[in-house]
C-alpha cells in the first residue's frame, strides 16, 4: 500500500508564505490525480486544491486563488501545495490526497473527498502573529 507523508507545516505570521510537500512512498507513483484538503478546527473538511497528475491541469478553491499555488514533480512523486498571503483563517490541518483507481468523471470531481483513495496524515498549519 503507498504511502503518502506530508511535509512542511508551522507557524506563520499573517502575510507569510509556505510550501507544503507530499512525498509517496514508492518510486513511479502514477496516480490519476492529487489533491490538498484541509480542516480547521471544529469545522469539516475542504477542497483546497488538485492536479491532473499527467496533464498538469489545476483545480483550485475560491477563496485561495491568486495566493495558493499547487503543483508537482512527477520524477520523485511529490506533491507541493505553495501557500502565500497567509490568513489566520488558513489555519487547519493539510492532508495530501491521491486518486489511483478511477479517472475523474469530471473536473468537479476532484473537489469531492470520495474521489480519493489514498489520504496522508496531514501537517498543520498555524497562522498568527
Not at 491541469?57 to 512527477?74: A, L
Not at 486518486?99 to 469530471?106: E, K, N, V, Y
Request: proline content about 5%.
Amino acid at each position: 500500500q503507498v504511502q503518502l507523508v506530508e511535509s512542511g507545516g508551522g507557524l506563520v505570521q499573517p502575510g507569510g508564505s509556505l510550501r507544503l510537500s507530499c512525498t509517496a512512498s514508492t518510486h513511479n507513483f502514477n496516480p490519476y490525480y492529487m489533491g490538498w484538503f484541509r480542516q480547521a478546527p471544529g469545522k469539516e473538511r475542504e477542497f483546497v486544491a488538485a492536479i491532473n497528475w499527467g496533464s498538469g491541469g489545476t483545480r483550485v478553491r475560491d477563496s485561495v486563488k491568486g495566493r495558493f499555488t499547487i503543483s508537482r514533480d512527477n520524477a520523485v512523486s511529490t506533491l507541493d501545495l505553495h501557500l502565500h498571503s497567509l490568513r489566520s483563517e488558513d489555519t487547519a490541518a493539510y492532508y495530501c490526497a491521491a486518486g489511483t483507481i478511477i479517472p475523474p468523471l469530471a473536473p468537479a470531481a476532484l473537489e469531492v473527498e470520495r474521489t480519493y483513495n489514498l489520504w496522508g496524515r496531514g501537517t498543520h498549519v498555524t497562522v498568527s502573529s
